[in-house]
């Protein structure tokens, strides 16, 4: 059974920063994409970030452009989300996911990840 924990959210300013972590266990995670999604009250979950199993490939939602940065550490099956510049619009919980299948592209549909954590609340005060 796929788990992946993630860590890292918390309360931080408006401009500030945080570092997002996520890690699989369960089976070997370097053969799969990676993404974090985020949901905020009220909405539906959002793709935020997707990275390809080789991570040689990244997508990320217009919003987050320039400021956020996926990456990951296949020899510790992690995946990584680094946010700068934060906005309150940014305010949600992040939640990592993985693919059941392996894909050569990144998919950016909630109902393409098989594979789930229980989510890191990042809340951005103005």
């Known amino acids: 059974q796929v788990q992946l924990v993630e860590s890292g959210g918390g309360l931080v300013q408006a401009g500030g920063t945080l570092r997002l972590s996520c890690t699989a266990s369960?089976?070997?995670?370097?053969?799969?994409?990676m993404g974090w999604f985020r949901q905020a009250p009220g909405k539906e979950r959002e793709f935020v970030a997707g990275?390809?199993?080789?991570?040689?490939?990244?997508l990320y939602r217009d919003a987050v452009k320039g400021r956020f940065t996926i990456s990951r550490d296949n020899a510790k099956d992690t995946v990584y989300l680094q946010m700068n510049s934060l906005k309150p619009e940014d305010t949600a919980v992040y939640y990592c996911?993985?693919?059941?299948?392996?894909?050569?592209?990144?998919?950016?549909?909630?109902?393409?990840?098989?594979?789930w954590g229980r989510g890191t609340q990042v809340t951005v005060n103005s």
């Open positions: 990275i390809s199993a080789s991570g040689g490939s990244t």
């Open positions: 369960g089976r070997t995670s370097a053969s799969y994409v």
């Open positions: 996911a993985t693919t059941s299948a392996r894909w050569s592209a990144i998919p950016a549909l909630p109902s393409s990840y098989g594979y």
